[in-house]
């Protein structure tokens, strides 16, 4: 079955430079939701997508956007990277009728020096 | 503001034994799942609780859930080493948003 797709999975960047994840949903699935974890804590919500409009945010820095595009596919842009910004950050996807669960992506690992 | 607690934070158990991990949450919630996470890795469903009294088992792992007490548990019969990873329990965010609040995890060892 087909999951969800994230890229890159390894990123390396120097602090104030800027990153764009890419987030490719299971087929079908409506909602496009993404989360940050940092090492050895559990994920935090950053923001989510229904239907490519943005239906809830969390606790997203000013210098992240995101945005969900026609094809449902979607991405998160970094700017201004800081120390503090070294995660994994997950993207998951889920088609909106009770019960669904949210899949996992593999993550990207964001390394910022 | 939604509270996700769980206990033991880490476990330790040797393989054959049973225990119990608790997720306890602080406001009414639809939906309650489970997740596995291998270091490293992504996170794997597990389980989705819906309604009270639910309860599902996949293998020596069973969950269930009781809503009036706020409360689920995801047991493990007779662990064996592969069960070794970090458990998270997950709550959906208050006000019909779909969120999930996590909590901190539980990071189980089994040991031969």
């Known amino acids: 079955a087909a999951g969800v797709i994230q890229s890159p999975r390894h990123l390396i960047k120097e602090k104030r430079e800027t990153a764009t994840l890419k987030c490719y949903p299971i087929?079908?699935?409506?909602?496009v939701y993404w989360y940050q974890q940092g090492p050895g804590q559990d994920p935090q919500f950053l923001i989510s997508?229904?239907?490519?409009?943005?239906?809830d945010k969390g606790s997203i820095p000013d210098r992240f956007s995101a945005q969900q595009f026609s094809d449902y596919h979607s991405e998160l842009n970094m700017s201004s990277l800081e120390l503090g910004d070294s995660a994994l950050y997950f993207c998951?996807?889920?088609?909106?009728?009770?019960?669904?669960?949210?899949?996992f992506g593999p993550g990207t690992r964001l390394l910022v020096l | 503001e939604l509270k996700v607690e769980q206990n033991p934070l880490f476990l330790s158990m040797q393989e054959g034994k049973n225990y119990t991990i608790y997720c306890n949450y602080s406001?009414?919630?639809?939906?309650l799942y489970w997740y596995r996470q291998d270091p490293g890795k992504s996170l794997e469903s597990l389980f989705v609780?819906?309604?009270?009294?639910a309860v599902k088992q996949e293998g020596r792992l069973m969950a269930s859930l009781d809503t009036k007490a706020r409360l689920s548990t995801l047991h493990i019969t007779a662990a064996v080493h592969d069960l070794s990873a970090t458990y998270f329990c997950?709550?959906?965010?208050?006000?019909?948003?779909?969120?999930?609040?996590f909590g901190k995890g539980t990071k189980l060892t089994v040991n031969p």
């Open positions: 609780l819906l309604s009270n009294g």
């Open positions: 997508f229904y239907e490519k409009m943005q239906s």
């Open positions: 998951a996807s889920t088609l909106r009728t009770v019960g669904e669960t949210q899949y």
């Open positions: 997950a709550v959906d965010g208050q006000g019909g948003s779909e969120k999930l609040v």
């Open positions: 406001t009414t919630s639809d939906r």
């Open positions: 087929p079908r699935h409506d909602t």
